[in-house]
């Protein structure tokens, strides 16, 4: 046993050290990438101002809000914008969390894909972007 280790610290030399030194990083990380999934939400709206809808880091629907333009749509045309809204929404969304979950270790696995199967399309309208998800 080399000195420093003795005195609580490990040589340069220490496998076990340097694991635990990646481990810790790792834990950092992931708890970074935890809260910001935590936090993350998307908002959309219509260029007329009708409805602004909000979807969390789930796809969930957060939010909703209806401008003075809204009370001047047919029912049929009101549903069809607020979906289309919130299909963008969670499609942008699932984008910021791909992205996010790149940063991980192993992202480029077989288990990424998997997860990227499970995302949403892009939305019919939707002309950013370099093509279908990956």
Same mark, same amino acid.
């Given at each position: 046993m080399a000195f420093l280790d003795h005195v609580g610290i490990p040589s340069q030399n220490d496998p076990i050290a340097g694991l635990e030194s990646e481990l810790a990083e790792l834990k950092a990380k992931s708890n970074g990438l935890a809260h910001l999934i935590g936090t993350m939400s998307v908002t959309g709206s219509d260029q007329a101002g009708a409805v602004s809808v909000t979807v969390g880091a789930g796809g969930n629907l957060l939010d909703i809000k209806f401008g =003075? =333009? $809204?009370?001047?749509?047919?029912?049929t045309q009101l549903t069809e914008?607020?979906?289309?809204?919130? =299909?963008? $929404?969670?499609?942008d969304v699932a984008q910021e969390m791909r992205t996010a979950?790149?940063?991980?270790?192993?992202?480029g696995s077989?288990?990424?894909?998997?997860? $990227?199967?499970f995302l949403p399309v892009r939305p019919e309208n939707d002309t950013r972007g370099a093509g279908p998800r990956a």
């Open positions: =003075r =333009r $809204a009370m001047s749509m047919l029912p914008l607020v979906l289309k809204l919130v =299909r963008k $929404a969670q499609y979950l790149d940063k991980l270790p192993g992202s077989g288990t990424m894909d998997l997860l $990227a199967s």
